[in-house]
DNA sequence: CCTTTTGTCATACAGTCGCATGATAAACGA
DNA sequence: TCGTTTATCATGCGACTGTATGACAAAAGG
């Protein structure tokens, strides 16, 4: 076993029990010994792969970006209008079942923890400009397509349409709203943006 | 001092202890030692007036729903017209100064930690369907002045103001908007819902 | 074969955690 | 005045924390 091993591997493996903590038990329950006996391995190799304590929770931050990345990209490659496109990236951001809720668990804990850590809240600021320069994208293609109003101002269409997507998942996670709630309020948002 | 002791008053103090020791350090470091050093008493006396860490947590989320509703209260009083009072209101809720980053720190800590103890989703949701018939009812309000466009469904354009601006203080707490931009994205919003 | 590297492990360390307990002092009711 | 209640305090307990360290096994290079 020793000798060759697949760093990157060992790492999404770590991150990934990261995850599965924060998620069942919260932030405040990850710990070294924690997470080992999550991952399956002992607290010295973890501390192999990981030196700090930190270096773990931003390790697992910077995965699930990633992670979220991957799935958005997945979704919008499977629309054939920007209309449709925008409308389902946002769904796919939303904890609409139990995958979706995964995440955004996930991704509200360290929208907390990154107030008070600035290297988190570094690498949460990373993926942000993407995701809201992808929106601006979209709703500027659903514009010329005639789909979307030409008045619009896109940059801040899609700021308010992504505030509104994270507000709905904090709403959503503490048990306001339903999935079927949710759908309604996006629909009827985006309905708004159709008509001149 | 035996004897006649204020315990409201001794209540709050903890509380707004517990609220600085969130808001400098975060959530994690949130324990009954660190909470009884800030508020300048031993941790004896804490625990006679909050029994368990779970107690005190919850007085203190308590406390802050207290204290934004009655900031909410008081500045919707100051304001004339039913537009002037929703946009009052939304931007008390933001993040826009630095007594109400304070607020909304603390706020969004308690969103995630309220994600995994259900007392304080309990809490979470008392206070906010109160806040949502409000914004609802000060948009009909706006309607039948002729301030606000009649066909809109005043449910769900509070609930969509309402994540809007959760969504944004998320944002926003992370670094990724400033004040200036934070405020005409609301202004953006509601004069979208002037026009018919 | 021997040495070095790579990976894993158990353990030690000082510190903190939540919670429980018993002592103590101040003010009240009798 | 005396006991009771109210409030505060220091301290102890076992468990857990993040980090550091040294031993050790397996593969690779000489």
Redesign the pocket.
Known sequence: ???????EA?RRHIAEAVHRVIHDKGME????????AEAG????????????????LLLALERIGIWIGERVAAVAAHQSTPLDVLRATVLELLPLDEERSYLNRIGLAFQASSVVSEDQAAAMRLGLPLLLSFFAEQIRAAQTAGQLAAHLDAGKEASILYAFAQGVVNATLVGHYTPEEVAALLDYHLARLRAG
Request: proline fraction near 3%.
């Open positions: 076993m020793p000798k060759i091993v697949d760093h060992r329950s990850v710990s070294l010994r924690v997470v080992a391995m002992s607290m010295g190799a973890v501390q192999y792969y990981v030196t700090t304590k930190d270096q773990m």
